[in-house]
């Protein structure tokens, strides 16, 4: 696999803009959004502190993972994406969007991928022999093990139709290979060229 060839990609809420997770505000922000879509009745977990608690949670641990393998992070928290489309995530959002940005463009130190969703990845209780449990990559070490190994399972799921694996819990599965860009130069830039169009 050429990095040449390679894109991530970055669904979002067309309405709320590019390269904002909800961990990259403050804990208090964060907190008002999702009790506000709890309330209209556009998210399903009814849960928001305990969500919260595990996404900064899991954003700590990912960074920590990444300084340990000697990436150069520029922000504690990361915006996600996927290598590679994944259109089943479109079903997270009412109104989806996509941003695809050649993995050329990106300082390799500022960018960490798992391979499967990090939720899955670092939860002990899942870990197998495979080599790519409670670890993170760089770029090319990604596309390397992808070359040997292949991309995880396919799973079928969709938020809006409610339609989840029937063998286990949706976040227990890999389902893709997850990026986490560090840096904000060019998410700056395709956020422009995005709010420009």
């Given amino acids: 696999m050429n990095i040449d060839e390679v894109y991530l990609f970055h669904y979002f809420e067309r309405g709320f803009g590019p390269f904002m997770p909800l961990t990259a505000l403050p804990k208090r922000k964060a907190r008002k959004i999702l009790l506000a879509r709890k309330a209209a009745g556009k998210i399903g977990n009814p849960d928001v502190e305990g969500f919260l608690k595990k996404r900064y949670a899991a954003n700590k641990r ?19 994406f996927f290598l590679g489309e994944h259109r089943q995530w479109e079903s997270a959002y009412e109104n989806p969007a996509v941003v695809k940005i050649p993995l050329r463009e990106f300082d390799p130190l500022t960018v960490s991928f798992t391979y499967g969703d990090s939720f899955a990845v670092f939860n002990p209780a899942l870990f197998g022999e495979e080599e790519y449990w409670n670890r993170v990559y760089f770029a090319d070490e990604m596309l390397e093990l992808i070359e040997r190994i292949g991309f995880p399972t396919h799973v079928d799921y969709d938020f ?29 830039r395709y956020r422009s060229i995005w709010l420009s169009c």
């Fill in 62 to 80: 990912l960074y920590d993972a990444f300084m340990e393998h000697g990436g150069r992070p520029k922000k504690r928290n990361p915006v996600y």
């Fill in 160 to 188: 809006k139709r409610g339609i989840y694996p029937k063998d286990k819990h949706i976040n227990h599965h890999l389902k893709y290979v997850e990026a986490h860009v560090w840096a904000d130069e060019v998410l700056d």
